[in-house]
């Protein structure tokens, strides 16, 4: 299962769209808070987190996360690079991807670090796109 947090709602629902079809189970969450709510009660496998949000931004919850599941694989994600994202992605705390994200990166990244579902493992997100052109 995926947890995938982001302050954004729309860009949060595509997604998970996206997560789905490729064959994953997502649940979502609007900031970290909540984010580490879902990490306590649920059976989390990834994590995938925007990094400016309101509250608890993603640099905080990786770190939250590490300390209570320190093996638990993070993407962060977001449109704007901070200056110390690199110092933070450098240390293996985390893996990055930008926004806008390039779904099939996504997916290739995640199959990486997690489990392929077994009903899609020859499934990729360029040819269910390329079917809606």
């Known amino acids: 299962m995926i947890l995938l947090v982001d302050d954004e709602e729309r860009y ?3 997604i998970a ?3 789905t079809k490729a064959g994953y189970e997502v649940l979502q969450a609007a900031d970290g808070i909540e984010a580490l709510s ?6 989390v496998n990834l994590v995938i987190s925007d ?6 931004n993603g640099y905080t919850l990786v770190a939250r996360i590490r300390a209570k ?3 638990m694989p993070v993407i962060l994600t977001t449109g704007f690079l901070p200056q110390d994202a ?3 992605m450098m240390n293996g705390s985390a893996d990055f991807i930008p ?4 779904a099939q990166t996504l997916i290739d990244m995640i199959h990486r670090r997690i489990p392929v579902p077994t009903s899609i493992a020859s499934y990729r997100v360029a ?3 390329s079917k809606r052109s």
């Open 12 to 14: 949060r629902e595509l």
């Open 17 to 19: 769209q996206i997560l």
């Open 38 to 43: 879902l990490l306590d009660k649920s059976n």
């Open 51 to 56: 990094i400016l949000m309101p509250g608890l």
């Open 69 to 71: 599941w320190p093996q």
């Open 86 to 88: 690199a110092k933070n």
């Open 99 to 102: 926004k806008p994200i390039n």
């Open 127 to 129: 040819d269910e796109f």
